[in-house]
């Protein structure tokens, strides 16, 4: 209860930043000629464009940011690109046209993404690339992010803690190559579970790209883009689905009884752990997740996923806003860390994780104010 008001709290006076900082105009920043001119006064000068609808995290990110700026009386805009890299590209060029002064964009293609990047610089708006990096370009100029790596290493803890002696079965899948992030989160997952592999711990039983490659403590991207390429869900329910099927369909059945699964995402685990649940030869299966989707909450609270990470979009809009609001103000957001993106080292400060599980569920995700108990059932 006191952290949600906290959050609150939080959350209107960042509010009230954003109303100071719009109010009047600021400055507009340096611009080309024949370039869009900054926003009337009283508009938000910041434009948001989401990847998709079709997946729930997005529509998570879509109502925290509705929450923190339409609650203040802003009407922004948040355009989504429908997993359409030209789409985005028109979404930005029309953002753009309308005077946004600050970008917050959350790539489809990571790479595809630069040319809309470079369209927005090329009219002095300032770029934040949001949860996904923009790759192969220098023109983006911060990154607001959860700590990826940390994402995949705790998928690792799970899945580690969980196995005892040899010899345990293992599934990894993972993201779509486009985003960045899927590099991200497997190289996490990599760093925990390879020492576990070498030791006999685990043995994989869907990757021969992995199995290749199971002796080497660090992959270069090249290498890792070689077990992505075979294990992905490209970030879809059916693909997820149908991979896992298609794993087990080929799988013995001493590669199945206890299995523990690499799942990279909510909407994918529950799809993977519902084709393993299907198939009578296994009988019992780890799988992670992450972003906290509602069903997958449920699906915990079920037994039926066994972990995901709570990635508190709150945070991540907060810390964008935050970041919107200092360029708007003529100054640069707080890093403490860089990426790179095939191109430059991109700015960042990278926000901490939340392992859930059955144990902690209704701590982390209804004490903390996150979703309402009333979202659930049989919550422990
Ligand atoms: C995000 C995840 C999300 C995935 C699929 C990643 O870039 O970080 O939270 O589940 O994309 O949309």
Do not use: H
């Not at 009407?75 to 789409?87: E, M, N, P, T, Y």
């Not at 590209?89 to 959350?106: H, P, T, Y």
């Amino acid at each position: 209860m006191k952290k949600s008001i906290l959050m609150l709290v939080a959350l209107f006076s960042i509010a009230a930043m954003v109303l100071s900082a719009c109010q009047p105009t600021p400055t507009p920043v340096a611009q080309e000629p024949g370039a869009a001119t900054a926003a009337p006064a009283g508009k938000l000068s910041v434009g948001i464009v989401l990847p998709t609808k079709d997946e729930p995290r997005w529509i998570q990110d879509e109502t925290r940011f509705k929450e923190l700026l339409t609650a203040a009386g802003y009407d922004v805009q948040i355009l989504f690109s429908q997993g359409d890299s030209a789409k985005e590209k028109e979404n930005v060029e029309s953002l753009v046209s309308q005077g946004i002064q600050v970008l917050i964009i959350c790539p489809q293609d990571g790479t595809a993404a630069a040319a809309a990047a470079a369209a927005a610089k090329a009219a002095g708006v300032k770029v934040i690339s949001y949860d996904r990096l923009i790759r192969d370009t220098d023109a983006v100029d911060y990154y607001v992010t959860f700590d990826s790596v940390a994402v995949g290493e705790a998928w690792g803890d799970y899945l580690v803690a969980n196995a005892t002696g040899t010899g345990n079965n293992l599934y990894l899948y993972a993201g779509a190559a486009s985003d960045n992030n899927a590099f991200l989160f497997f190289e996490g997952a990599w760093n925990v579970l390879q020492p576990k592999i070498a030791d006999g711990t685990f043995v994989i039983k869907n990757s021969s790209e992995a199995i290749a490659l199971q002796d080497k403590a660090t992959l270069t991207r090249e290498e890792m883009a070689k077990i992505i390429g075979q294990v992905t869900t490209e970030w879809k329910f059916d693909v997820a689905k149908n991979l896992a099927e298609a794993n087990l369909t080929s799988a013995k059945v001493e590669d199945k009884g206890t299995v523990f699964i690499l799942a990279p995402n909510d909407g994918t685990a529950r799809s993977i752990a519902d084709a393993f649940a299907a198939d009578s030869d296994v009988t019992k299966y780890y799988v992670t997740g992450q972003d906290a989707e509602k069903a997958s909450v449920q699906y915990i609270i079920d037994g039926k996923q066994s972990m995901t990470v709570l990635k508190d979009v709150r945070t991540l809009v907060a810390d964008a806003i935050t970041a919107a609001v200092a360029y708007l103000q003529g100054g640069t957001p707080e890093q403490t860390n860089t990426y790179n993106n095939g191109k430059i080292d991109v700015p960042a400060k990278p926000s901490a994780i939340v392992t859930v599980t059955i144990e902690n569920v209704k701590a982390a995700i209804v004490d903390s104010g996150y979703y309402p108990a009333s979202d659930f059932t049989g919550l422990p």
